[in-house]
Antibody, heavy 121, light 112 residues
């Protein structure tokens, strides 16, 4: 059973850069049927897809965030990471990592528990 | 503003049937891309409920079913239970947004 766990700071100052890491266990990130994904959910609001990465390094990003987002993968540590720059208060959200299962039509079948990131001075 | 449109809330009494709609456009649901549904209990991460329009992952009761027609999809829940009270999110793929996976705004289900 694949499990994911996010790790990162709970509080970040405006204009700074957020860095989050997701550790995958129970299966390799080197998987032909998986895109490794970051999503977020502002308090009281819906889900937003941030972007994903394939184990070979190819990425897709939400056009609304593309200029500020980088997703990378470390196959030796079975981890993938998110950096989001130039933070605003509107970036305050619970950030989730998840597996995008391509054989299921690109659904998110495994999720981390989420980590709350607050952008505030 | 979400790409997919869901009603903000629905409600039903225990034992009843409720449906939640998800309306898209010709660049996502109407283009033939799969629709998936997630259940999010209070304070927890979303859980995959329906994938590929009408498939249930192992462990999801058959009280939950999905359908798709044209540019819309629906989630139906029969035999409503108190434990079904949650937020429900639909998701698809949009070809006009550079590989973006897109969501509805979520629907809060209240069991009366």
């Amino acid at each position: 059973q694949v499990q994911l766990q996010e790790l990162g700071p709970g509080l970040v100052r405006p204009s700074e850069t957020l860095s989050l890491t997701c550790t995958v266990s129970g299966g390799p990130v080197i998987s032909g049927e998986s895109y490794w994904t970051w999503l977020r959910q502002p308090p009281g609001k819906g889900l937003e897809w941030i972007g994903n990465i394939y184990y070979g390094g190819s990425t897709n990003y939400n056009p609304s965030l593309k200029s500020r987002v980088t997703i990378s993968v470390d196959t030796s540590r079975n981890q993938f990471s998110l950096t989001l720059s130039s933070l605003f208060a509107a970036d305050t959200a619970v950030y989730y990592c998840a597996r995008d299962w391509t054989r299921g039509g690109s659904c998110f079948d495994h999720w981390g528990q989420g980590t709350l990131v607050t952008v505030s001075s | 503003q979400s790409v997919l449109t869901q009603p903000p809330s629905v409600s039903g009494a225990p034992g009843q049937r409720v449906t939640i709609s998800c309306t898209g456009s010709t660049s996502n649901i109407g283009a033939g891309y799969d629709v998936h549904w997630y259940q999010q209990l209070p304070g927890t991460a979303p859980k995959l409920l329906i994938y590929g329009n009408n498939n249930r992952p192992s462990g999801v009761p058959d009280r939950f079913s999905g359908s798709k027609s044209g540019t819309s999809a629906s989630l139906a829940i029969t035999g409503l239970q108190a434990g079904d009270e949650a937020d429900y999110h639909c998701q698809s793929y949009d070809s006009s947004l550079s590989g973006s996976r897109v969501f509805g705004g979520g629907t809060k289900l209240t069991v009366l």
